[in-house]
């Protein structure tokens, strides 16, 4: 637990750096004990999931796609943090079997009263869209109430994320926690599949009120930049900025096309160099793919105390 720990503080000092402002909304309905279950929308690949458990008061396991564990580095780093594979079928169906030891870790640690976090969709998008969900936080928590153990005790979460744009530092992410949900909210009496989705549409519910959702907003279009325009305009002025969104009076009445992305970035004048560099092998590396952020994060923080090092080296030759 004390490498998770540690971990967190360095992703959590990156983050700072990263984003250019992080808004951490409702984070009260975080039960500071007990097995809770997080169901978040799941906008940008790992980010999504190094954002809530970096700004979260409590340690968490968490899902992540199977695919990303094949790395056997990788695999060593995400055993620290508590993060557990999630096979679909397109990664092979020789490894779906390995679901069930996944979901049997997931429901053995809501009976150590921990947190584990899930993202309903199953998949991400860098959009602005709400997917339909999966069955499998809805099994989860069936099984965790139907059991004889502390995980029938469990307490759902919603957790909205809400990003400015999915191309690199500079930007601003909202993470907007939803009201606490019990046994009490769901009729779980009657069949495994109307309970699936009765709890699924209570999520999807839940999500659009606490992230922004528009199905026909896309990446770097004009509408994009008007959202960019008003989330900085709302944030500037002090306002709610979901709330502004949510308005979308910006989309036919905002006057002005910013410039997109033209948020100052907030990454010290000594790390921009290695920035734009890491920014160049990650376009190479993912093709601008759903990973890029991720993994320009990454790589920016990795590398950075290289950076540093060899900085240090040639300016000690020089001076």
Request: charged residues 15%; glycine residues 6%.
């Given at each position: ?159 909205g994320l809400t ?45 659009q009120q606490l ?22 305009h709302a944030e ?84």
């Amino acid at each position: 637990m004390s490498s998770y720990w540690f971990i967190k503080t360095l992703i959590k000092l990156g983050l700072r750096l990263y984003y250019r402002k992080t808004m951490v909304r409702f984070l009260q309905q975080l039960p500071m004990q007990g097995p809770v279950l997080l169901v978040a929308n799941h906008p940008s690949s790992f980010m999504d999931a190094l954002l809530i458990a970096a700004y979260a008061n409590r340690p968490m396991h968490f899902l992540a796609r199977g695919d990303a564990f094949n790395n056997k580095i990788l695999a060593s780093i995400f055993k620290r943090l508590n993060m557990l594979p999630l096979y679909r079928i397109s990664e092979g169906k020789e490894n779906l079997d390995k679901n069930f030891e996944t979901f049997d870790a997931v429901y053995e640690a809501l009976t150590r009263n921990e947190m584990v976090l899930i993202f309903g969709e199953g998949i991400s998008e860098n959009n602005w869209r709400l997917r339909k969900q999966k069955k499998g936080a809805a099994r989860i928590i069936l099984r965790a109430w139907n059991s004889n153990t502390p995980a029938k005790n469990t307490i759902i979460v919603p957790v909205g994320l809400t990003y400015e744009h999915y191309k690199g530092a500079g930007k601003s992410v909202l993470i907007n926690y939803g009201k606490q949900l019990t046994q009490m909210d769901f009729n779980v009496i009657g069949s495994a599949a109307h309970f699936v989705e009765l709890f699924n549409n209570r999520i999807v519910l839940d999500l659009q009120q606490l992230a922004y959702i528009n199905n026909g907003l896309g990446p770097q279009s004009i509408e994009h930049k008007f959202l960019i325009n008003a989330w900085q305009h709302a944030e500037s002025t002090q306002q709610n900025v979901l709330k502004v969104l949510k308005q979308e009076q910006w989309l036919t009445s905002n006057p002005n096309t910013p410039k997109l992305f033209s948020a100052k970035l907030p990454l010290l004048f000594w790390l921009w160099p290695h920035y734009r560099v890491m920014q160049m092998v990650t376009q190479k590396a993912t093709n601008g793919n759903i990973f890029y952020d991720s993994v320009l994060f990454g790589l920016t923080l990795l590398l950075a105390p290289f950076y540093m090092l060899t900085l240090w080296f040639v300016l000690k030759c020089f001076l």
